[in-house]
C-alpha cells in the first residue's frame, strides 16, 4: 500500500514538474522579441564621368556604344583631370604616358575606360599594318590626341593601358586609354569610322545648340 501511494505522489510531482517546465518555455517564447530583417545594404552608383566638374550637361549618360562595319566601341567611364593633379601624374608615372603631344602645353589629361568587340567575320586591329584610328574622341571641334604608355606600347591588347590591338572574330576587349587636352573642354562626342560605316554620339552638346 505504501509502495503503491509512493508511486502515485513521485508521479504527481514528475507530471507538475514537466508541466511547470513547459509553462516557463512557453513564457519565455512568448517575451521574445521577434527578430527584424535588415534591409539590404545597397551599393553606392558607379562613378562614370566627373563632367559635372566643369560645369557640363551631358545628353546621355555613360556607358555609350557606337558601332560600325562589325566594330562596336563603348565608353564606359571618361574623367578629365588636370594635368598636374595627382590622379593624372599617378597615371602618367605608371604607364609612362606621354605628358606632352603637342608644341602647346596639356591642360587637361583624359582617362577613359572602353570595351571593344568585333562582330565581324574579319580580323580588326590597329598595329603598323593598321594605323588608322577606328574611333575618336571630339572636344570643342577637334580630336583629342591620344598619348601613348610606353611602358605598354609594345604590348598587344593591354587592359590597363591600350595601344595596340587586335581583335578575332567575336572578340572582346575591356581595357583604359589615355588623351589629352590642351584647352577647356566646353562640348564632347564619340564617332567610330570603320569598314565604310559611321556612327557617332553626343556626350555634351555645344553651347547654344
Known amino acids: 500500500m505504501k509502495k503503491t501511494m509512493m508511486k502515485s505522489i ?3 510531482t ?5 508541466v511547470l517546465g513547459n509553462g516557463a518555455i512557453t513564457s519565455a517564447a512568448a517575451v521574445t522579441p521577434t527578430a527584424t530583417t535588415k534591409p539590404a545594404a545597397t551599393s553606392a552608383p558607379i562613378m562614370r564621368d566627373n563632367l559635372f566638374k566643369f560645369g ?3 545628353e546621355v549618360d555613360l556607358p555609350v556604344t557606337i558601332t560600325a562595319g562589325g566594330l562596336s566601341y563603348t565608353l564606359e ?3 578629365v583631370y588636370d594635368v598636374k593633379s595627382k590622379d593624372a601624374q599617378a597615371l602618367i608615372k605608371k604607364y609612362g604616358y606621354r605628358e606632352q603631344v603637342f608644341k602647346q602645353a596639356t591642360k587637361y ?21 593598321s594605323p588608322d584610328s577606328k574611333w575618336i574622341i571630339n572636344s570643342n571641334g577637334s580630336n583629342l590626341a591620344g598619348s601613348m604608355p610606353k611602358l605598354k606600347a609594345d604590348e ?3 587592359k590597363e ?7 578575332q572574330p567575336g572578340q572582346k576587349l575591356s581595357t583604359y586609354q589615355m588623351y589629352v587636352s590642351t584647352e577647356d573642354i566646353t562640348n564632347l562626342k564619340i564617332l567610330i569610322y ?11 552638346k555645344r553651347q547654344g545648340e
Not at 14 to 18: I, P, Q, R, Y
Not at 161 to 167: F, I, P, Q, T, V
Request: glycine content about 4%.
Open 194 to 204: 570603320y569598314n565604310g560605316g559611321f556612327d557617332e554620339k553626343i556626350i555634351v
Open 109 to 129: 589629361m583624359v582617362w577613359t575606360k572602353i570595351t571593344i568587340e568585333n562582330k565581324s567575320q574579319n580580323l580588326i586591329q590597329l598595329t603598323s599594318k
Open 77 to 79: 567611364k571618361l574623367m
Open 156 to 158: 598587344i591588347n593591354s
Open 161 to 167: 593601358a591600350l595601344w595596340n590591338w587586335k581583335l
Open 10 to 12: 513521485l508521479a504527481t
Open 14 to 18: 514528475m507530471l507538475f514538474s514537466v
Open 56 to 58: 557640363l550637361k551631358k
